[in-house]
């Protein structure tokens, strides 16, 4: 079934009958725990709350009751031993997916790639994924890396795209159109980017992605609007009909990101690809409707 | 007085009763020929329409009976010799603005960038400034440089915000918001348009840019949307507020150009600064409407 809007996707979830178990490291925050309500409303995982000891009691009774969350209490209140704690019950195969609440990311980021202790398999890159359902598309997109790794290698780029892939086709997406963003369609060795594109593209023809279509160097536009690209003469089929977008840094995922949700209307989903499960980690400005889209797209992934 | 959008923008100029002289370089292209009438229609501006002897030809009956559009014709058809000699009606004192028609950019480039017969004195920088009209926002929004410069040195980077603020203030904005847009809102070593952002912070505190507020590093939402701003404490007067968001790097620049029209439904102006006169370059999408608005730009500008 091809999944093309979040409502699509909690259908399916519920009807996948799988309730993944998310760790959530010290859920306290109004924010945090309006999402975990909508997660428990919705019926699609299972909870762990890791915090001290006082965390139950700032926890509203819906969620006590609700048979679907446990408490993981710890005798230490800092942000770095409550996301330690939260990372060892992945580990443990307690949980299936991990999920910021109240800690710093820098806390919950140095649990996570503890060389020991934490999340990440030796040689594994750390990527950020981003869907948006926005008005005016006709699908879902994604994109990356807006939050994570701010100038791709090539190497570092074949595996976002990797892990993009594998995400989109559990969205049913058998060969997603991967638009390579750029801000004119040259390729010029003055922007090293394009030329990485190219040897994307070879290795696409080579059938190193699987079954996918990829373009460009092109610009969101092209990459999304179909009459642009007829202006342009630009006859790819990834063009008016992008599934993911790769983006060349970190500053034009990022502006395409606050772009697209305060400008477009889009509404968010977010996780961290690459560690041994999906990691939700969300802004601080983040809704709690993209927190709980994002509880959704981790669920899909795990 | 102060203008708030382009409608506002059309009222001023004809208000003002000074009709600037356009040059523009082959208009035989629909698209060209329809943003033509609209300024005639508007009677903003006079125009001198340069070509080849066949331009006359191509043009409706319409501009040529308007009494305010005159042919300029040359014996010649080549990109390069229509671009020169639109660039020479302004350089003898003809046209206060030029603009491109059907030409290549790079023809249209090279006759402006003509060391001997060109419009860019020694030492000026050429640059990029859009103006965008957005359903959601309260104001115009000012934006740079999304087209030439594709990452701006410090020196670049005064020069392209002292040129913004001089349009910002034929808008009737006496102190503008600039935003200095990052994907985070932490100065790190590691990304240089950070550290040149608190130097530029420091040159505005020393007056260096006349009347002013200026912040950042912050990103695109916070930049244009209070609650962000709120959300991560940040309370610089520029957030939620920005008339002028300066880019790091020509990807997000592009990239916020791009979706800011597509997603966002923006409605777009856009010239190049730093010539002996303002100069509209369109680009291959632009719809007629966008042309006009770039007319209307220059206009106020000039």
């Given at each position: 079934m091809l999944i093309t809007s979040f409502e699509q996707l909690t259908e399916c979830i519920k009807a996948s009958g799988k309730k993944r178990r998310i760790a959530v490291a010290n859920p306290s925050d109004h924010c945090s725990i309006e999402a975990l309500e909508m997660a428990l409303d919705a019926d699609i995982a299972e909870l762990i709350l890791v915090g001290d000891n006082t965390l139950e009691?700032?926890?509203?009774?819906k969620i006590l009751a609700s048979g679907k969350a446990g408490i993981h209490a710890i005798d230490a209140s800092?942000?770095?031993s409550i996301s330690?704690?939260?990372?060892?019950v992945v580990r443990s195969g307690k949980a299936d997916i991990l999920m910021k609440g109240l800690v710093n990311t820098d806390n919950y980021l140095r649990a996570i790639l503890n060389k020991e202790h934490g999340l990440l398999p030796k040689g594994n890159v750390l990527t950020h994924l981003s869907v948006a359902q926005v008005p005016g598309y006709h699908k879902l997109l994604f994109f990356s890396d807006v939050a994570v790794i701010p100038y791709p290698t090539l190497q570092q780029r074949v595996e976002i795209i990797k892990y993009d892939l594998a995400t989109c086709r559990k969205f049913g997406i058998t060969e997603p159109k991967v638009a390579l963003i750029h801000f004119t369609e040259k390729v010029n060795e003055k922007f090293p980017n394009s030329v990485d594109y190219v040897k994307l593209e070879e290795m696409a023809a080579n059938g190193d992605f699987g079954p996918v279509m990829i373009g460009g160097p092109m610009d969101v536009k092209t990459a999304c609007d179909t009459h642009s690209a007829q202006v342009k003469g630009i006859s790819s089929p990834v063009c008016g009909d992008a599934d993911l977008l790769i983006f060349p840094n970190i500053e034009s995922g990022n502006t395409f990101y606050k772009t697209i949700t305060f400008f477009g209307h889009a509404t968010i989903a977010g996780?961290?690809?690459?560690?041994?499960c999906p990691i939700i980690?969300?802004?601080?400005?983040?809704s709690p409707e993209s927190k709980f889209n994002s509880m959704l797209l981790?669920?899909?992934?795990?």
């Amino acid at each position: 079934m091809l999944i093309t809007s979040f409502e699509q996707l909690t259908e399916c979830i519920k009807a996948s009958g799988k309730k993944r178990r998310i760790a959530v490291a010290n859920p306290s925050d109004h924010c945090s725990i309006e999402a975990l309500e909508m997660a428990l409303d919705a019926d699609i995982a299972e909870l762990i709350l890791v915090g001290d000891n006082t965390l139950e009691s700032k926890l509203p009774e819906k969620i006590l009751a609700s048979g679907k969350a446990g408490i993981h209490a710890i005798d230490a209140s800092d942000a770095d031993s409550i996301s330690a704690a939260a990372v060892e019950v992945v580990r443990s195969g307690k949980a299936d997916i991990l999920m910021k609440g109240l800690v710093n990311t820098d806390n919950y980021l140095r649990a996570i790639l503890n060389k020991e202790h934490g999340l990440l398999p030796k040689g594994n890159v750390l990527t950020h994924l981003s869907v948006a359902q926005v008005p005016g598309y006709h699908k879902l997109l994604f994109f990356s890396d807006v939050a994570v790794i701010p100038y791709p290698t090539l190497q570092q780029r074949v595996e976002i795209i990797k892990y993009d892939l594998a995400t989109c086709r559990k969205f049913g997406i058998t060969e997603p159109k991967v638009a390579l963003i750029h801000f004119t369609e040259k390729v010029n060795e003055k922007f090293p980017n394009s030329v990485d594109y190219v040897k994307l593209e070879e290795m696409a023809a080579n059938g190193d992605f699987g079954p996918v279509m990829i373009g460009g160097p092109m610009d969101v536009k092209t990459a999304c609007d179909t009459h642009s690209a007829q202006v342009k003469g630009i006859s790819s089929p990834v063009c008016g009909d992008a599934d993911l977008l790769i983006f060349p840094n970190i500053e034009s995922g990022n502006t395409f990101y606050k772009t697209i949700t305060f400008f477009g209307h889009a509404t968010i989903a977010g996780m961290l690809q690459g560690a041994q499960c999906p990691i939700i980690l969300p802004s601080r400005s983040d809704s709690p409707e993209s927190k709980f889209n994002s509880m959704l797209l981790a669920c899909i992934s795990a």
